[in-house]
C-alpha cells in the first residue's frame, strides 16, 4: 500500500482515492476549507471525484473570517 502526505502527516494511500476520503479519514469537517492536491487547487463541487495520486502531496487550508 502506497503513502500520501497530508498537511505534513504521512497516511495510507488507496486505489480509487479521492479529495473526500482523504478528508474523511482526517476527519476534516470545517465547512470553510481550501484544498491543494500537488499545488493544484480542488474546487468543492470536484471533492468527491478528484483523484489523489499515490505520492501526492495534500494541503488542507483552514480559512477563518471575522470582522
Known amino acids: ?3 500520501i502526505t497530508v498537511n505534513g ?3 495510507d494511500w488507496n486505489d480509487n ?3 473526500r476520503n ?3 479519514r ?3 469537517s ?3 476549507l481550501v484544498i491543494k492536491v ?3 487547487i480542488v474546487k468543492r463541487e470536484d471533492w468527491e471525484t478528484f483523484p489523489v495520486p499515490e505520492g501526492a502531496d495534500v494541503k488542507v487550508i483552514h480559512l ?3 470582522g
Open 38 to 40: 500537488n499545488g493544484t
Open 9 to 11: 502527516h504521512e497516511i
Open 22 to 24: 482523504v478528508l474523511d
Open 64 to 66: 477563518m473570517s471575522g
Open 1 to 3: 500500500m502506497g503513502k
Open 26 to 28: 482526517m476527519k476534516y
Open 30 to 32: 470545517f465547512r470553510m
Open 17 to 19: 482515492m479521492t479529495v
